[in-house]
């Protein structure tokens, strides 16, 4: 099946400055990618995905770009601000059978500092 | 439109014990499936039902196990409760289980004693 792998486990930024988190994945039929951000006691709320056929997708401060050919993908948020301060999980489904399922990372805490 | 409901949002239940978790998906969306979430985990997958049909399965022991109803509603049960069941268990629905989004409940906190 599908893995994901995350990092880094934790990062801190100060306000400001960019702040950048990498996933490799293992299946190359794979093409479907969001990224969630959780904040402390609460539910996983997507901010971006991008899918297969999409080397980079922006939205404002957030960008996540892919290598298909490197298997990875990355989350980038630029001028961080302190409400952004949370746990980042990337995931992967692929379309067929056990792959359609979302396996996620290990997840990133993200800690921007005043 | 309402968001994924999940109930309980919290419960103990004591080790050997049996529990059932409630979700109800996003209006119009065949796809829930259900995650376990702990502090060294991460989120793991347990199971999809699509349509009514477990579709996927995730790598847990028989003791979980879940259903969906004709109102794309899902539960998902736990026999025999173990201390290391204690965690957030999380639903999601999304409109077929494809590379569209998917919406998470809030969760439930169950906690094991």
């Known amino acids: 099946g599908e893995n994901v792998e995350q990092h880094p486990s934790t990062l801190s930024v100060q306000e400001g400055d960019s702040a950048v988190i990498k996933c490799t994945y293992s299946d190359s039929a794979s093409n479907y990618f969001p990224w969630y951000k959780q904040e402390l006691g609460k539910r996983p709320q997507l901010i971006i995905d991008i899918r297969s056929n999409v080397g980079e997708k922006k939205d404002q401060r957030i960008a996540v770009t892919l290598n298909k050919t490197a298997k990875h993908f990355s989350l980038h948020i630029t001028e961080t601000q302190p409400e952004d301060s949370a746990v980042y999980f990337c995931?992967?489904?692929?379309?067929?059978?056990?792959?359609?399922?979302?396996?996620f990372g290990s997840g990133t805490q993200l800690t921007v500092l005043p | 439109k309402a968001g994924v409901t999940q109930t309980p949002r919290y419960l103990i239940k004591t080790r050997g014990q049996q529990v059932t978790l409630s979700c109800s998906p996003i209006?119009?969306?065949?796809?829930v499936s259900w995650y376990q979430q702990t502090p060294g985990q991460g989120l793991q997958f347990l199971f999809e039902?699509?349509?009514?049909?477990?579709?996927n399965k995730g790598n847990f022991p028989g003791r979980f196990s879940g259903r969906q109803f004709s109102n794309s509603r899902s539960e998902m049960n736990v026999s025999t409760l173990e201390l290391g069941d204690s965690a957030l268990y999380l639903c999601?629905?999304?409109?077929?289980?494809?590379?569209?989004?998917?919406?998470f409940g809030q969760g439930t906190r169950l906690t094991v004693v």
């Open positions: 995931a992967a489904r692929g379309l067929q059978g056990s792959a359609r399922q979302l396996t």
């Open positions: 999601a629905s999304s409109l077929d289980g494809g590379n569209t989004e998917a919406f």
């Open positions: 039902y699509f349509s009514e049909t477990q579709r």
């Open positions: 209006s119009g969306h065949r796809s």
